[in-house]
């Protein structure tokens, strides 16, 4: 699988219909506010399902001594309570598979410890409730601080976990002008609208599971793995799902239970976990630590650059928050280090949450920035300037297109940065402290292998299908867009068919590479249509043109319709990283502008203000785009104020595992924010020159508040969330 050449000028480019950069309404939105769009909890296929509701542990790390579930089974409705000691053989987690109700060991608080299934819900909480374990609890480690000691290297993910250039400790000892500071994000939950849920059905030794889940393919096989069949027996679809943030990449306690309780009971099983149980049964983002050093010269030129990141996993888990990565691509130095150490913490699975990585490692680098930039007596956009790299700085690789200065100056301008005041607590407005900060964004862009089919019918309607999702981004109506501009049809005439592994394989949505991956497939099952057509009519390919439902060339036409027939005429097409992946350094950038009130008698902080610019390629809907640059640039101010999953260092429980505890921001703590994108086409990243978006909006913007903070009272806090406690 190759990409075509993406520096080719293509349908995309001519934008014949205006369709591509359009702010079309979503094509989904009618279905989703008429409550018509079906997520997974309300399915009804194959008849009355039966209910299942997840009993979980109420000691952290431990053993079950025993479980006595026979008032649960006398209970009127109850049709079976599963523990370890029946569940049915199934594949191993190291080969990919997703296990539940292994053994007797408690590994964290909240772990599934069984399953009831009822034949209602209210049946199914009740018995739940009086499923008797009694547990033989053990010491376990919930504080990552005091974890850090025994830190182990993680094996290498995307990418290693170590980079080194040049002599680091030497150019940090020899400069004169240093920063070393230490910074912790906490643990933070992904917090989307929809619970995990699932409802499934076998027939026979096919498997369909109706669930929230946001990487269809990968689910597919990791389903097929536990249950021990092959990723053919197994059909996962997904086709609206409220919300995903990283927490819905996996196959959770919810497929894996309810299919084990289908097959068991010959009946369709239905399972949604409650809020409370989101939190311990699923994933969450780990907490860090992150040591940065930056050394400059007495002209704001970075000499050496250190950013090492601690954070925590549950044993036997690899997955470690890389926090230090894009610190590897933003700045220009010549003697460099990063470092990432993984420990073991008795909580549940840390894995990715929304911009893996940069969320918070740019929490500590773009804050460590504004700290040297004060020391320098240099401008925070100055000082960034001054250390724009010319090339990818540790791969020594061209970027394939890098607009922060820009981003940065017109951010500046329209925000009306210079009449920031250097030093902090200079400004007043009645009660209020107001201050201003920035900080830069950046968001490595990714392309995921991705197929998909393309066909046109009699009645002239193209559609797309493949097992692409819509985690409430867009993706249906960006992918109707492209469709529909390069078939030269109106968006009405494009049924865009996603969320089901009956359509080709595809890569899903997640580290914003949903739009390009799934849309590139788009785009080229679309063009070999094209091209098809076009012999069909025996018009040059050079010359044809699609537009108004026909393609024309020299004077002549055919509508597609009547070149379609009555059987129709498709076609496939393939997208994959190919090689400009490694020869470019590929990432969206951006920088955010926030103007903060803290509250003299109190601390209280608020957000007044905030203006991010962004250049993430070619836009392909400026309505869903700005939607997605507003929801990160809002997940920025939590990560700056607000989110903290706090763990009971009892126990494990994080003890606020639910909406009203675990604060995110709402509407009444976030101004009216302004979103600029920078025009820009990267023709090095796939067929339609766009990068991905969905995560750039969060990346830096924390780092701009708690840099506003500092200018508005003075006081730097390292420890987020940066809270009214912290400032008196
Ligand atoms: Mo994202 S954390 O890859 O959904």
Same mark, same amino acid.
């Given at each position: ?15 014949? *219909? ?149 002599? %680091? ?333 009956? %359509? ?51 004077? *002549? ?26 020869? %470019? ?49 809002? %997940? ?93």
């Amino acid at each position: 699988m190759q990409m075509s050449s993406p520096a080719g000028r293509n349908p995309i480019d001519d934008n014949r *219909q205006g369709l591509i950069g359009k702010p079309l309404d979503r094509v989904d939105g009618h279905l989703k506010v008429t409550g018509q769009a079906t997520y997974a909890y309300e399915y009804t296929e194959a008849g009355p399902p039966l209910y299942g509701f997840v009993v979980t542990s109420t000691t952290g790390k431990g053993r079950i001594r025993n479980i006595d579930s026979r008032a649960a089974e006398r209970l009127s409705g109850v049709k079976l309570v599963m523990t370890w000691r029946d569940m049915p053989q199934q594949g191993k987690k190291e080969v990919g598979a997703a296990p539940q109700l292994v053994d007797d060991k408690i590994l964290h608080f909240g772990q599934p410890v069984a399953l009831v299934v009822a034949e209602s819900f209210e049946a199914a909480r009740a018995g739940a409730a009086l499923v008797q374990v009694d547990y033989e609890p053990v010491h376990g480690v919930y504080d990552l601080a005091a974890a850090r000691p025994a830190a182990r290297m993680p094996r290498p993910g995307l990418q290693p976990p170590d980079s080194t250039l040049g002599d %680091f400790d030497q150019a940090f000892a020899g400069a004169p002008v240093r920063v070393d500071q230490t910074w912790t994000t906490p643990h933070q939950s992904h917090a989307m609208m929809e619970p995990h849920a699932t409802l499934a059905v076998w027939h026979g030794d096919q498997l369909t599971l109706y669930t929230s889940n946001q990487m269809l393919t990968q689910a597919q096989a990791t389903i097929a793995h536990t249950f021990l069949v092959d990723p053919s027996q197994v059909r996962v679809v997904s086709r609206y799902i409220g919300g995903g943030f990283g927490a819905k990449l996996q196959v959770q306690a919810d497929a894996i239970l309810a299919a084990t309780a289908a097959r068991r009971l010959q009946r369709p099983v239905k399972l949604a976990l409650t809020r409370q149980q989101v939190f311990h049964v699923t994933t969450h983002r780990s907490a860090t630590i992150q040591r940065v050093r930056l050394a400059a010269d007495q002209h704001g030129h970075l000499l050496a650059i250190a950013h090492e990141s601690w954070s925590g996993n549950t044993e036997g888990e690899n997955s470690y928050e890389a926090a230090a990565t894009q610190t590897r691509a933003l700045y220009a130095a010549p003697d460099r280090k990063t470092a990432h150490r993984l420990s073991t913490l008795d909580l549940p699975v840390a894995a990715a949450m929304r911009a893996p990585g940069e969320a918070v490692g740019l929490l500590a680098l773009e804050c460590a920035m504004d700290e040297l930039a004060e020391k320098l007596g240099l401008d925070p956009v100055e000082l960034r300037r001054r250390n724009e790299p010319t090339q990818d700085p540790e791969r020594h690789v061209p970027y394939s297109v890098r607009q922060l200065i820009p981003c940065m100056d017109e951010g500046a301008r329209r925000f009306g940065w210079d009449r920031r005041k250097v030093k902090p607590g200079q400004v007043r407005d009645g009660r209020w402290l107001v201050g201003l900060g920035m900080a830069a964004a950046i968001r490595s862009n990714f392309l995921r292998p991705s197929h998909a089919l393309a066909r046109i019918d009699a009645d002239g309607v193209v559609t797309v299908k493949m097992a692409m999702t819509d985690i409430g981004t867009g993706s249906y109506t960006v992918f109707t867009q492209i469709a529909a501009e390069m078939l030269g049809v109106p968006p009405h005439r494009v049924k865009m068919l996603l969320g089901d592994t009956e %359509f080709p394989a595809a890569a899903g949505s997640g580290g914003s590479f949903g739009a390009a991956s799934g849309g590139s497939a788009a785009f080229e099952a679309c063009e070999a249509l094209r091209q098809k057509l076009i012999a069909l009519a025996g018009y040059d390919p050079d010359k044809a043109i699609f537009a108004n439902g026909m393609v024309s060339d020299a004077g *002549q036409s055919r509508s597609l319709a009547s070149l379609a027939g009555a059987e129709g005429v498709e076609a496939t097409g393939d997208i994959g990283p190919g090689e400009t992946g490694k020869a %470019f350094s590929q990432h969206a950038f951006g920088a955010h502008f926030v103007e903060v009130g803290v509250d003299t008698d109190t601390g209280e902080i608020r957000v007044r203000r905030m203006l991010s610019v962004f250049a993430a390629g070619r836009i392909l809907n400026e309505k869903t785009a700005r939607s997605q640059a507003l929801g990160g640039m809002t %997940f920025g101010i939590g990560a700056a104020l607000m989110e903290d999953a706090a763990p009971d260092l009892q126990t494990g429980v994080f003890s606020n595992h639910d909406l009203a505890q675990y604060h995110v921001p709402a509407h009444a703590d976030v101004p009216p924010l302004e979103v600029v994108f920078l025009p820009e086409v990267d023709d090095k990243a796939n067929p339609l020159k766009i990068k991905g978006i969905g995560e750039l909006g969060i990346c830096g913007a924390g780092a701009a508040v708690a840099n506003a903070v500092y200018n508005a009272c003075g006081v730097r806090v390292r420890d987020y969330p940066v809270t009214l406690d912290k400032l008196l």
